[in-house]
């Protein structure tokens, strides 16, 4: 049922921590995987360590904050592939500032690098969706703070980027519900990656960070993939509209 064999799966920032991890679950349930981000180089490695695994990936160079570039990658994708099957949209942008000093230039850049492009991404690939017929699925990482705020820390504009993205995958849903095509979002806590493994090494620092979730341990990247593999997968075929909170527990509790 997580058969995803025949079908063409674009991950926009797909090199990252949690990206490479969704791109090499997809691909190693069968998916015909295109690997999209700005640094190119970085793209086509993932892609080749794929290959390397008889994977079947490929590595592409995009800046998602251009509708222009989005809108051609995308043209070319169904012109070599036929369609694109699943969208993943992994790009997100935070800058960290308290309320009294956020600044408009800050606040736009990451509406900018978050919300916007997941309304062109989605945008660009749902004409290609509705071309051809064959229905699709669209998935948005976002996060607890498209829902939560975070006290203490300066996160207004990342909440309302995320929070934004939320209702729009909603609003997108409805649309493209008639023509067989799926949206849902995954919306992970903190989750323990290369980046931030050191800090959270020193025992205190842990025991902070999962002082507020029921299951006591931070989230995987592979916790996050397999969220995204079952929205992707013939298994949540009536699922749409939805935002599956991966966290260990904490937005339930208080």
Known sequence: MFDLTGNVALVVGGYGAIGSTISEMLAAAGAKCIIAGRDGD??????????????????????????????????????????????VNCVGFHKEEKLLDVTEEAFDEVYTKTLRVGMFLSQAVAKHQISSARGGRQVHLLSVRSSLGFRGRGYSAMCAAKGGLAILLR????????????????????????????????SAAFQRAVANIPLGR???????????????????????GQTLFVDGGLTISS
């Open 171 to 202: 609003q997108q849903a409805t649309e493209l519900a008639q023509h067989g095509v799926t949206v849902n979002g995954v919306a992970p806590g903190t989750v323990r990656t290369r980046k931030n493994d050191e800090a959270l090494q020193d």
């Open 218 to 240: 931070l989230a995987t990247p592979a916790d996050v993939g397999g969220a995204v593999l079952f929205f992707t997968s013939p298994l949540a075929s009536f699922v749409t």
């Open 42 to 87: 970085r793209s086509k490695n993932v892609a080749e360590d794929l290959r390397a695994r008889h994977l079947d990936a490929e590595g592409v160079e995009v800046d998602a904050c251009n509708v222009q570039a989005v809108r051609d990658l995308t043209d070319a994708i169904a012109a070599k592939r036929g369609s694109i099957d699943i969208l």
